[in-house]
């Protein structure tokens, strides 16, 4: 039986467990097996946190225009998305509000590039006077998290649950972790192979890892 790979450390792996079979909402049919055991997650969360730094060091710009080249990649692969979605038991418009609202949400977070300049950090407001005379002053500077964000997603939402966190943190230059719902796993997992095919700047390394439980 076809286990699913979760994307880890820079590459694609099965779990070495027996494994939780996923059906097929429509037909009953086991699709797939979904397990996790044997994976190191405290070495996986130090990945992110290692390789996170190529996107912590992009602009706004190149992290908006990632996501936006990245919008439109996955557009052009919808027509398979939808099919493996009709598995989960979504009808057209579930599927069209879970994959295209997906995207939307990275063309939304792209969007925002023009609000900032073109670095990677970004001077809030004005300068604070903290000091008689201008002497001692203070100043807001928003700068990426050092950290990896861990999203935890809903089974009726395998692939907009996904993109919608993961384009508001990679905007922000923060690496992610994603752990979609098992029931409906098996769509995420073909969604995050296209993510990862695309090769648009740290997808790849840094940007975007798969795990289910």
């Given at each position: 039986?076809?286990?699913?790979?979760?994307?880890?450390?820079?590459?694609?792996?099965?779990?070495?467990?027996?494994?939780?079979?996923?059906?097929?909402?429509?037909?009953?049919?086991?699709?797939?097996?979904?397990?996790?055991?044997?994976f190191d997650f405290d070495?996986?969360?130090?990945?992110?946190?290692?390789?996170?730094e190529a996107l912590r060091?992009?602009?706004?710009?190149?992290?908006?225009?990632?996501?936006?080249?990245?919008?439109?990649?996955?557009?052009?692969?919808?027509?398979?998305?939808?099919?493996?979605?009709?598995?989960?038991?979504?009808?057209?418009?579930?599927?069209?509000?879970?994959?295209?609202?997906?995207?939307?949400?990275?063309?939304?977070?792209?969007?925002?590039?023009?609000?900032?300049?073109?670095?990677?950090?970004?001077?809030?407001?004005?300068?604070?006077?903290?000091?008689?005379?201008?002497?001692?002053?203070?100043?807001?500077?928003?700068?990426?998290?050092?950290?990896?964000?861990?999203?935890?997603?809903?089974?009726?939402?395998?692939?907009?649950?996904?993109?919608?966190?993961?384009?508001?943190?990679?905007?922000?230059?923060?690496?992610?972790?994603?752990?979609?719902?098992?029931?409906?796993?098996?769509?995420?997992?073909?969604?995050?192979?296209?993510?990862?095919?695309?090769?648009?700047?740290?997808?790849?390394?840094?940007?975007?890892?798969?795990?289910?439980?």
């Amino acid at each position: 039986m076809k286990k699913l790979e979760s994307y880890i450390n820079g590459n694609w792996v099965s779990g070495t467990g027996e494994g939780v079979p996923m059906h097929d909402a429509v037909t009953g049919e086991i699709i797939a097996l979904s397990d996790t055991d044997g994976f190191d997650f405290d070495e996986i969360l130090n990945y992110g946190r290692i390789k996170g730094e190529a996107l912590r060091k992009m602009t706004f710009q190149e992290r908006g225009n990632m996501l936006k080249k990245l919008a439109f990649y996955l557009i052009k692969k919808k027509k398979h998305f939808y099919d493996v979605s009709y598995r989960t038991g979504a009808t057209k418009i579930d599927s069209w509000i879970d994959i295209e609202g997906g995207f939307g949400n990275l063309f939304a977070n792209a969007s925002l590039r023009k609000l900032f300049p073109n670095q990677s950090f970004h001077v809030e407001g004005d300068p604070i006077d903290l000091s008689r005379g201008g002497h001692f002053m203070a100043h807001h500077i928003l700068v990426p998290k050092r950290g990896v964000a861990i999203h935890i997603n809903a089974f009726n939402f395998p692939v907009w649950g996904m993109l919608e966190k993961c384009a508001v943190n990679w905007m922000a230059g923060v690496p992610a972790v994603v752990k979609p719902a098992t029931n409906t796993s098996f769509l995420t997992e073909v969604v995050a192979r296209e993510i990862i095919a695309s090769n648009f700047s740290t997808f790849g390394t840094s940007a975007s890892h798969l795990m289910r439980p």
